[in-house]
């Protein structure tokens, strides 16, 4: 096996293609996760996710070595404990991610489960909540799954009304879509660094608000115990060999994000969005969700069509599986449930099982 030789444009909901600037920042010397002058470092990028997440001053913002799934288990785990009443609003896969790691972590969960393709009514979790209560709730900003956007302003409200800590995934949409810890009042968040941010995978940023540190439970979790990451970020103490390449590149993304202003860059991928619709309306999967969704639709590609070539196989394959393996040594754009093919837009046709559930797998 060879390393790949052709370029792929990756323009699916990550990974996303890594600005050279980022990649050369990771080739810099490697320093020791203790060195000296390794720890300014970590306290400036600690300091700019404090920005990018909109957090207030007292909040606790750092990165988990891990990817996006890192940060989730270490917002549940830092926050649930055994027999906590958890809601977790489930509009997709990750939503359903997001319920079971609760389970896991000891709380009993209501969920609150919507229409793959919709998102929630505020007034589901309201009614919810009104009925029994609850000491934590769930939720995903961007749901990558289906292409939904939750309204998390509104439903982080409604949490603090009754007394619940929130635990917000914004994987798919911090630094590409408008994220406002202490605007919206919520108490965690979680993302990773391949999405909207431009950095390899491998390192995920998290923030807890002031107010919800004090809902910090004793973590199970030795390697996500975000007080000892805490006494390893802010007091160097060792807790584990991070990575500094990584940590070298996702401070370079973060800078380009100061330098391009995150009002600017949110309107940048909106922008970009746009103009993919309008320069290729798409199948009808892309329209019905449009409408479904009252706009309510993630600055990513979220399309499903498959290149003509890409079928016909003999074998009933995923529609994934056929793209990726139609894609090989083509110059394409990927995306998990998509591809559109740059050569053969011609023979591009709608595969309507890629869309939503059937849309994202983990092959
Ligand atoms: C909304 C959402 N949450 C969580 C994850 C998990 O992130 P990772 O695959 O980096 O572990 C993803 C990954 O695509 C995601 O889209």
Known sequence: MSLPDTERILLGPGPSLIPPRVLRAMSAPVLSHLDPDFVPLLHEVGASLRRLFRA????LALATSGTGTSAMEAAVANIVTDGMRGVVIVTGYFGDRLAQIFERYGATVRRIDVEWGRAVDPQKLRDELRREGADVVGMVHAETSTGVRNPIKELAAIVRDHGAV???DTVTSLGGHEVDLAGWGVDVAYSCAQKCIGAPSG???IAVSGPARQRMVKCRSFYLDLKLLEDYW???????TMCTSLVYALREALLMIDEEGLEARWARHE???QYR??????PACWQDLARRTDGRKLHAPDAAAVPGGARGSARPERPQRAV???CRGRECVLAPAACQCLRSRAGCRAAGPACGRAGFSAD
């Open 56 to 59: 207030d001053d007292k909040a």
């Open 166 to 168: 929130s635990i917000v």
């Open 203 to 205: 390192i995920a940023p």
């Open 234 to 240: 802010v007091s160097s103490k060792y807790h584990h």
């Open 271 to 273: 922008r970009l969005v």
């Open 277 to 282: 619709s309008r320069c290729r309306p798409g």
């Open 324 to 326: 990726r393996r139609w």
